[in-house]
């Protein structure tokens, strides 16, 4: 079982890295926190409820961005469902493996983005739309091994504490 406390500290931490006030050309190929971390606990966690998490973290970045209500929970939902049904295939990677082979998802995210965007008539570049998917890519590796060396450390310390 997963700590609670942990699980809503990453998704909170996801959200504070999404509106950090960064540069204007750092900020054009910002990563998308919220769906590594979704995609993480996904994966990685069957037991974690990821889906009813992305709906909340999404409504969150909706209401953060002033985005159509929907919009980023709708893309995130889409993205832990898709992982969780092939984290079968997935989990057979190496972590930097598994973020080329989650690319895809990234993409269909992206695309959900600006898809919806176009219907609401929201203004967007669409050749910098795909940047956030390189630098996604490149952010899984990292924040995967944190996240697996956190719940590592919290399951030692909770197998010493059960020693007589």
Same mark, same amino acid.
């Given at each position: 079982?997963?700590?609670? =406390?942990?699980?809503?500290?990453?998704?909170?931490?996801?959200?504070?890295?999404?509106?950090?006030? =960064?540069?204007?050309?750092?900020?054009?190929?910002?990563?998308?926190?919220?769906?590594?971390?979704?995609?993480?606990?996904?994966?990685?966690?069957?037991?974690?409820?990821?889906?009813?998490?992305?709906?909340?973290?999404?409504?969150?970045?909706?209401?953060?961005? @002033?985005?159509?209500?929907?919009?980023? /929970?709708?893309?995130?939902?889409?993205?832990?469902?898709?992982?969780?049904?092939?984290?079968?295939?997935?989990?057979?990677?190496?972590?930097?493996?598994?973020?080329?082979?989650?690319?895809?998802?990234?993409?269909?995210? /992206?695309?959900?983005?600006?898809?919806?965007?176009?219907?609401?008539?929201?203004?967007?570049?669409?050749?910098?739309?795909?940047?956030?998917?390189? @630098?996604?890519?490149?952010?899984?590796?990292?924040?995967?091994?944190?996240?697996?060396?956190?719940?590592?450390?919290?399951?030692?310390?909770?197998?010493?504490?059960?020693?007589?």
């Amino acid at each position: 079982m997963i700590g609670a =406390l942990g699980f809503l500290a990453s998704l909170v931490l996801a959200l504070m890295l999404q509106v950090v006030d =960064l540069p204007e050309w750092a900020a054009l190929a910002r990563p998308a926190w919220p769906l590594v971390i979704i995609g993480y606990w996904a994966l990685y966690v069957p037991e974690a409820p990821a889906i009813v998490a992305a709906w909340l973290l999404g409504l969150c970045c909706d209401v953060l961005f @002033s985005a159509p209500l929907g919009q980023h /929970a709708l893309g995130l939902v889409v993205a832990a469902v898709l992982i969780r049904r092939l984290a079968g295939i997935y989990i057979l990677f190496p972590t930097w493996q598994a973020g080329l082979a989650l690319i895809p998802v990234w993409g269909l995210y /992206a695309f959900l983005m600006f898809w919806i965007d176009g219907l609401t008539r929201h203004a967007a570049d669409a050749t910098l739309r795909w940047l956030p998917i390189v @630098s996604t890519s490149i952010a899984w590796p990292i924040c995967a091994a944190l996240l697996d060396t956190v719940r590592a450390r919290r399951a030692r310390r909770r197998s010493r504490m059960r020693l007589p």
